[in-house]
């Protein structure tokens, strides 16, 4: 099971960018997706969370209304677009996945429920 995110980079306050968890090694349409970040100095953080069919979806308040998440199935890959940017939103940002098939995202912002983990992308938000 391997997760690969990418998209991310530099961009300015108020910018977009988009992210992808690209997994391989399994099929994603079994599973949820949940995208978290961690600041330089801060606790790692959930930011969204899709469920296995795409309908069952979840963010953190910081984010709602800017950040959406979905799927591709077909594609094996999971996306966050993140629009109007905020210097706050500056980290490094991971893909995971609990791999469970009947997982509930009752906890779905709690990384101890996600074991296996993308390597990260950086996302920087100059002001």
């Known amino acids: 099971v391997q997760l690969q995110a990418s998209g991310g980079g530099l961009v300015q306050a108020g910018g977009s960018l988009r992210l992808s968890c690209a997994a391989s090694?399994?099929?994603?349409?079994?599973?949820?997706i949940g995208w978290f970040r961690q600041a330089p100095g801060k606790e790692r953080e959930g930011v969204s969370c899709?469920?296995?069919?795409?309908?069952?979806?979840y963010y953190a308040d910081p984010v709602k209304g800017r950040f959406t998440i979905s799927r591709d199935n077909d594609k094996n890959t999971v996306y966050l677009q993140m629009n109007n940017l905020k210097p706050e939103d500056t980290a490094v940002y991971y893909c995971?996945?609990?791999?469970?098939?009947?997982?509930?995202?009752?906890?779905?912002?709690?990384?101890?429920?996600?074991?296996?983990w993308g390597q990260g992308t950086l996302v920087t938000v100059s002001s």
């Open positions: 899709i469920g296995k069919s795409g309908t069952s979806i």
């Open positions: 995971a996945t609990p791999a469970e098939r009947s997982w509930i995202p009752s906890f779905w912002a709690d990384v101890d429920e996600y074991h296996y």
């Open positions: 090694g399994f099929n994603l349409d079994y599973y949820a």
